[in-house]
């Protein structure tokens, strides 16, 4: 593999992976390696076919923040592609092929995402990655993927620059930020009323991200903007920022970022007595944002998300109860989207199983199958890829807190 000096004196320093095959497992800060060797895998069973006899180890990578302030977003989405690679653990056997699931901790960090990235490419028996969960680290942990040619399908990494690069192995079953930012200010302009807004963010690649879109819907629309201001994430005290917006007097404010840095923002602007709307995207979608910002403080905060709302038919109430009683999770942010990016997934390497006379596939074939991906019937979402790697089907939804609740408003049109 490329860099094998690299990945050897990286791998020494690191601690030991936990593969999940049908079993939860917690998750350390660092990025972790799989059967505890640098570059070397362990030499592969032989594939018998037709289920009996051994059986030949194929991995899938879920990778995300499992820890941290971002760790909803990873964590969740690791829970719903668990509980889907389950559910095939045993089709798969029949083809002669033991399934085995990766977890791994991005720390939603672009640097990180690259030493996983590494770690992963130089582990043979890994055939694709879901994930990665955020977009600054799917960005750079793509780069990564694409000299090897291994696959990666995300639930929820919604910058349009990620498939804007064109590399062949990025893909993702969510919105991008420039369909979820362009719908939310049609919405806060058409359903809320809104005339003049305050647009602020986190200067990283998501928050940004759909700030810009957010910007430039409003000014097509003729919404006046008072301000555009960037923040550091992480901060306690955003109140120099504040007293500025108050002073410009908007109807909504809208904060480009995630809960943990919404709540604050959110709490301290009620304080200093802003009454209008806040607005954001799925990074807000985290009962966090309600603990930190107070119940009452969270009324009128409207946020957009890529999912949708997952109990809303009689058959998706009955897979949050199948989900949680096997599991013992709750349904979170990311679970559905994890299930189903996972089930692409799965569906990509048995045709390249397929395809390949019923042997082990090479990481391209199975690259060639997921992105050929169509009209696949997701639990949650439909999917087909277009040459970028982005979902047809992917829509934008709009919730908001109420009482200290999550409510589900409808899809974003």
Same mark, same amino acid.
């Given at each position: 593999?490329?860099?094998?000096?690299? %990945?050897?004196?990286?791998?020494?320093?690191?601690?030991?992976?936990?593969?999940?095959?049908?079993?939860?497992?917690?998750?350390?800060?660092?990025?972790?390696?799989?059967?505890?060797?640098?570059?070397?895998?362990?030499?592969?069973?032989?594939?018998?076919?037709?289920?009996?006899?051994?059986?030949?180890?194929?991995?899938?990578?879920?990778?995300?923040?499992?820890?941290?302030?971002?760790? @909803?977003?990873?964590?969740? /989405?690791?829970?719903?592609?668990?509980?889907? %690679?389950?559910?095939?653990?045993?089709?798969?056997?029949?083809?002669?092929?033991?399934?085995? %699931?990766?977890?791994?901790?991005?720390?939603?960090?672009? &640097?990180?995402?690259?030493?996983?990235?590494?770690? *992963?490419?130089?582990?043979?028996?890994?055939?694709?990655?879901?994930?990665?969960?955020?977009?600054?680290?799917?960005?750079?942990?793509?780069?990564?993927?694409?000299?090897?040619?291994?696959?990666?399908?995300?639930?929820?990494?919604?910058?349009? @620059?990620?498939?804007?690069?064109?590399?062949?192995?990025?893909?993702?079953?969510?919105?991008?930020?420039?369909?979820?930012?362009?719908? /939310?200010?049609?919405?806060?302009?058409?359903?809320?009323? +809104?005339?003049?807004?305050?647009?602020?963010?986190?200067?990283?690649?998501?928050?940004? #991200?759909?700030?810009?879109?957010?910007?430039?819907?409003?000014?097509?629309?003729?919404?006046? +903007? *008072?301000?555009?201001? #960037?923040?550091?994430?992480?901060?306690?005290?955003?109140?120099?920022i504040i007293n500025q917006i108050l002073a410009t007097k908007p109807e909504?404010?809208?904060?480009?970022?995630?809960?943990?840095?919404?709540?604050?923002?959110?709490?301290?602007?009620?304080?200093?007595?802003?009454?209008?709307?806040?607005?954001?995207?799925?990074?807000?979608?985290?009962?966090?944002?309600?603990?930190?910002?107070?119940?009452?403080?969270?009324? =009128?905060?409207?946020?957009?998300?890529?999912?949708?709302?997952?109990?809303?038919?009689?058959?998706? &109430?009955?897979?949050?109860?199948?989900?949680?009683?096997?599991?013992? =999770?709750?349904?979170?942010?990311?679970?559905?989207?994890?299930?189903?990016?996972?089930?692409?997934?799965? =569906?990509?390497?048995?045709?390249?199983?397929?395809? =390949?006379?019923?042997?082990?596939?090479?990481?391209?074939?199975?690259? @060639?199958?997921?992105?050929?991906?169509?009209?696949?019937?997701?639990?949650?979402?439909?999917?087909?890829?277009?040459?970028?790697?982005?979902?047809?089907?992917?829509?934008?939804?709009?919730?908001?807190?109420?009482?200290?609740?999550?409510?589900?408003?409808?899809?974003?049109?």
């Amino acid at each position: 593999m490329k860099k094998q000096k690299t %990945l050897s004196i990286l791998a020494a320093t690191v601690a030991l992976g936990t593969v999940l095959a049908g079993c939860g497992g917690g998750q350390s800060s660092a990025p972790q390696q799989n059967n505890g060797g640098g570059s070397a895998a362990p030499a592969p069973q032989q594939n018998s076919g037709g289920g009996g006899g051994a059986t030949e180890k194929l991995v899938i990578a879920v990778v995300g923040p499992m820890s941290g302030q971002y760790s @909803d977003y990873g964590s969740t /989405a690791k829970a719903g592609a668990e509980y889907a %690679l389950k559910e095939k653990q045993e089709a798969f056997k029949q083809l002669g092929f033991d399934i085995q %699931l990766l977890a791994q901790d991005d720390q939603a960090d672009p &640097k990180q995402g690259v030493a996983v990235a590494q770690m *992963l490419i130089s582990n043979a028996d890994v055939v694709g990655v879901v994930g990665h969960a955020t977009t600054g680290a799917s960005i750079t942990a793509a780069a990564q993927y694409d000299q090897e040619k291994l696959v990666m399908v995300s639930p929820s990494a919604t910058g349009s @620059d990620l498939t804007e690069q064109g590399k062949k192995i990025v893909h993702r079953i969510c919105a991008r930020d420039d369909q979820q930012g362009s719908k /939310a200010a049609v919405y806060a302009k058409n359903q809320l009323g +809104i005339k003049t807004a305050f647009i602020m963010h986190d200067k990283a690649a998501y928050g940004q #991200g759909l700030a810009d879109e957010v910007k430039k819907q409003f000014e097509k629309d003729g919404v006046q +903007i *008072l301000g555009y201001e #960037g923040v550091t994430a992480g901060e306690k005290d955003y109140s120099a920022i504040i007293n500025q917006i108050l002073a410009t007097k908007p109807e909504m404010i809208y904060f480009g970022g995630y809960y943990s840095d919404a709540g604050i923002i959110v709490k301290q602007a009620r304080e200093k007595g802003f009454k209008g709307v806040f607005m954001g995207g799925d990074g807000y979608d985290s009962a966090d944002l309600v603990k930190i910002a107070g119940a009452d403080n969270a009324n =009128n905060v409207v946020f957009t998300s890529t999912v949708g709302d997952v109990g809303a038919t009689e058959e998706g &109430k009955k897979w949050i109860t199948d989900f949680e009683s096997s599991t013992g =999770n709750k349904v979170g942010i990311f679970t559905s989207f994890g299930y189903d990016s996972m089930g692409v997934m799965l =569906n990509g390497l048995e045709e390249a199983i397929k395809a =390949n006379g019923g042997k082990k596939p090479s990481r391209e074939q199975v690259l @060639d199958a997921v992105h050929k991906t169509k009209d696949f019937k997701g639990k949650f979402v439909n999917v087909t890829f277009n040459d970028k790697g982005d979902n047809e089907f992917a829509s934008v939804y709009v919730y908001k807190y109420e009482n200290g609740q999550k409510v589900y408003i409808g899809e974003a049109k």
